[in-house]
């Protein structure tokens, strides 16, 4: 359908790379989907290939009715935005997905030096699910319509991450 | 296919194996029609699946939505339990793809209901229809945003 992002990326979101990027990438992701553990990966190798050219935004997009631990993750990602350690809270979910549970989203916030009192008060906090579930309101009404979906300069991108990365490569080219 | 302004055919098909829903059922309401051709297939599942999180937007608009396909209630039944649907999924069973024909969305060739999406109003009218490529999950964009002008419309 119409497929533009709403909003438009903003100081709110996530963000890693610098905004003055050529392609500015937005991921709807589920920590506990399948799909996005494999476009996580690919997502890394387009960083490290197109590097400054790419400005990388992800948003929280939960199915919590199929994933049951989706929605924990995602709180686990803010309440380490908190203490600065949100990318590497999303890395270490995704690269360790098999012990996605409320277990292995404490052990993983002790791996990454999160300081655990904090963290746990901070899961509890009833604006991080807000975040969150502003996050799936805005993919819904940006016409997300599973995961892992990609948005380029604010347009949907029809295709997988492998797609996005072969048609960078062969834009670069 | 039916289109906006067109009065919504009024129905009755199973809902679960000894329940019957019709559409009268939720008059005064406005009603989401979401046929898809065929339970399991994993667009469908995708698409069920997305609106199903997707219903506390939908009530905010005081919706309810139904999905239609010609797979049997039993069918309807395992597919439902499998993905923990919150809302009804009718059985367009027999006569077999009645209701989708009588709202344009039937594939003679598949013998399946077409992807197709309708908002009907509170007074049983079509405000909104969408026919999608069958391979391709629609969303829930465009019924959201049917549903806000029907709001805007009322105001």
Known sequence: MSSHLKPAVSEKDH?????AATVQLVEYGDYECPHCGAAYPVIKKIQKTFGSQVYFVFRNFPLSEIHPYAMAAAIATEAAALQNKYWQMHDIIFENQEMLDNEGLQQ?????????????????????????EADFESGVRSGVNGTPSFFINGNKFDGGANDLYNMLKENAG | MLQKGDKAPAFTLYATPDQKFSLTELKGKNVILAFYPADWSPVCSDQMALYNETLKFFNRYDAAILGISVDSKWCHLAFSQSRKLHFPLLADFEPKGDVSKSYGVYNENEGESDRALFVIDKDGIIAWSYLSPAAMNPGADGILDALESLKQKTK
């Not at chain 1, 963000?15 to 905004?19: P, S």
């Not at chain 1, 993983?108 to 969150?132: H, N, S």
């Open chain 1, 15 to 19: 963000a890693e790379g610098t905004k």
């Open chain 1, 108 to 132: 993983m916030a002790g791996t990454i030096g999160l300081e655990i009192k904090k963290f746990q008060k901070d899961i509890l906090r009833e604006e991080l699910q807000a975040k969150v």
